[in-house]
């Protein structure tokens, strides 16, 4: 058979050399969004972006507060003048934070409200909300405005940054990809765990993180992803930066297990406290919020002042603090210090927060613990003189309690801890008091200090039932039957010719195969209906679409990408029921 050439090459061989290319590419596509394999594919490249991503976020802290101090960590310092800043003496800790708010302010405002604040909690909602669905810019802003806010004297830590800049980054690519929104959390949660992993060097306390407070579920699938992104982001960040351990602690003891029951009293202490400094922060947040009148992006200039005094009143607040923490750990401060840090921390991230600063919450609460926790063992040290207490034992239990008191995360406490110390001697008293810390938290509130933030805005994530989150978690261009050979113009809404019972479903979840609805072009089973009726959002979450799916009931509305753009499909009450029959087979959440 004879066939048209082009250039001396035959029409098919043309034809292949042409869609070659294109066809790998869709193959490529297809593999990373709907296989195992795929999903694989894109840990390993969430891990390498959290990996990188965490050891540049650290050096922008580093070069700020150097730019800033003269040093690459101020806080142990003292009242001493800047060597950059000579001419202002110790004074330039009143300006530092004023000049810090006049750069990230405006940048936030601009560019990425989301940066604000500690960061966990956006990605809480993402998740449960939003399908995973995170602005491109955060990652970016986020890291500018943390780094800067940090490094001129934010008494935050950079650990919730990265878990938003982690998280932000798996979005992206999900989103780039276009994967399902039950793929894309699984990505959000993998650049979360790859974060955490990146910054402590604790892998396992990585994935315990995402698991335990972002998607806030198990299972295996979820569990195997999470590991591969966790272990990829903590060996590139070794390869970058080496193995330097982000806290130097020494290795204690338990000694007589009659200290035993003082680890409890400390744990049920730490479990007030964690709850107490939620508050806190909240308490100050609103009075911020109550006082200032003026623009936001100017906020936390003007507020810098009010940081700044407290930086002049206790240098130690500079920045994460965490050779502060060791100090205090190693008991190179006096009981009554002690105690002036842990308010001063806890006044210091508040205000920091409450300005409209841009920093984590993590590493205040083991601050507040660390510290809280080696006064509580210099008393019961001086009670009890003849257990022979180590002060810095408690001090270590009380990093894990107070933040399992604050977070209601005991697992990721437990864990955080002793992948920080490597130290297997303290964990029958580190368990029982994160278990009473996290057990007494819960008793005076249900809610913690991530998801205090989200009650604040109305949003309890915390109330959703298993078929909520489900809905929550696929869209509705997921769930849509697909309208084929015609683009049907604006205005021309389709009703559903098939009974409330009909099969079919157009979902990437779990379940039975969806039955073949037949042709899906206009005029097969649907037909031209009321102009008026409303137009769904291909990328809205279908369980924000269920009051007008119900109010239409037996209608098919049209879905679209943009209000006045071609209809893509249509989705109708029983195409969720359906979906929800699916899932339901293979078990919700």
């Not at 048209?4 to 061989?13: K, S, V």
């Not at 003891?253 to 508050?279: D, H, I, K, N, Q």
């Not at 994460?320 to 401060?333: D, F, H, K, Q, T």
């Not at 157009?506 to 409303?534: H, I, K, M, Q, R």
Request: with cysteine; proline share 7%; aromatic share 6%.
């Amino acid at each position: 058979m004879q066939y048209a050439t082009l250039g001396g090459m035959p029409e098919e061989m043309t034809g292949g050399a042409l869609a070659g290319p294109r066809g790998a590419g869709r193959a490529l596509h297809r593999t990373l969004v709907g296989t195992r394999p795929g999903l694989v594919g894109l840990a390993l490249i969430i891990g390498l972006g959290a990996g990188l991503g965490s050891v540049l976020f650290h050096e922008l802290i580093l070069g700020v507060t150097w730019l800033v101090t003269g040093r690459a960590d101020f806080s142990d310092a003292g009242r001493v003048a800047s060597t950059h800043l000579p001419v202002l003496g110790f004074w330039f800790l009143l300006v530092a934070p004023v000049l810090g708010g006049l750069v990230y302010g405006p940048l936030v405002q601009r560019f990425a409200p989301e940066a604000r604040g500690h960061g966990v909690p956006e990605v809480m909602v993402a998740v449960a909300r939003n399908g995973g669905r995170i602005p491109a810019t955060v990652a970016g802003v986020k890291a500018l405005a943390s780094g800067i806010c940090i490094g001129t004297g934010g008494s935050v830590g950079r650990e919730g940054p990265i878990v938003q800049i982690g998280s932000a980054l798996g979005s992206a690519i999900g989103q780039w990809l276009r994967v399902p929104s039950t793929r894309m959390v699984l990505m959000v949660c993998c650049g979360a765990a790859g974060g955490i992993s990146a910054t402590f060097d604790a892998p396992i306390s990585g994935v315990v993180f995402g698991l335990e407070l972002i998607l806030r579920s198990f299972s295996a699938e979820a569990f195997g992803v999470l590991v591969i992104s966790s272990v990829t982001a903590n060996v590139v960040a070794k390869l970058i930066a080496g193995d330097t351990a982000i806290l130097t602690l020494p290795h204690f003891e338990l000694g007589s297990a009659a200290s035993l029951p003082l680890y409890a009293v400390l744990g049920l202490l730490a479990g007030l406290l964690g709850w107490a400094f939620a508050r806190i922060l909240y308490v100050v947040e609103d009075a911020c919020d109550r006082v200032w009148r003026g623009p936001e992006w100017l906020r936390p200039a003007v507020g810098g002042l009010l940081l700044g005094a407290l930086l002049l009143a206790l240098p130690q607040m500079y920045g994460v603090g965490y050779p502060v923490l060791e100090n205090a750990i190693e008991s190179r401060y006096a009981l009554g210090f002690l105690l002036l840090l842990v308010v001063g921390k806890i006044l210091a991230s508040s205000l920091t927060i409450g300005i409209g600063g841009s920093g984590g919450v993590f590493a205040p609460s083991l601050f507040v613990g660390g510290t809280a926790g080696t006064a509580f063992g210099i008393a019961a040290s001086a009670a009890f003189p003849a257990l022979d207490l180590n002060p810095g034992a408690f001090g270590l239990v009380g990093m894990a309690a107070v933040f399992a008191g604050a977070a209601h995360a005991p697992i990721t406490a437990v864990l955080i801890v002793f992948e920080l110390t490597g130290d297997y001697a303290l964990i029958l008293p580190l368990m029982a008091a994160v278990v009473l810390a996290t057990g007494l938290s819960n008793l005076v509130s249900r809610d913690t200090i991530y998801t205090l933030k989200l009650l604040r805005r109305g949003i309890d994530i915390a109330a959703d039932t298993p078929v909520d989150e489900a809905l929550r978690r696929v869209t509705v261009g997921e769930l849509m039957r697909p309208v084929e050979g015609a683009l049907v113009p604006r205005g021309t809404p389709l009703v559903d010719e098939r009974p409330a019972a009909g099969t079919g479903v157009a979902s990437d979840g779990p379940g039975p195969a969806p039955a073949d609805p037949g042709p899906s072009v206009l005029g097969a089973d649907a037909a031209p209906a009321d102009p008026g009726l409303p137009v769904l959002g291909a990328d809205t979450p279908v369980r924000d679409v269920l009051d007008l799916l119900a109010r239409h009931r037996g209608t098919r509305l049209a879905v679209r990408d943009t209000p006045d753009g071609p209809v893509r499909g249509t989705l109708a009450e029983h195409d969720v029921l359906d979906h929800l029959r699916g899932v339901g087979s293979a078990g919700i959440g």
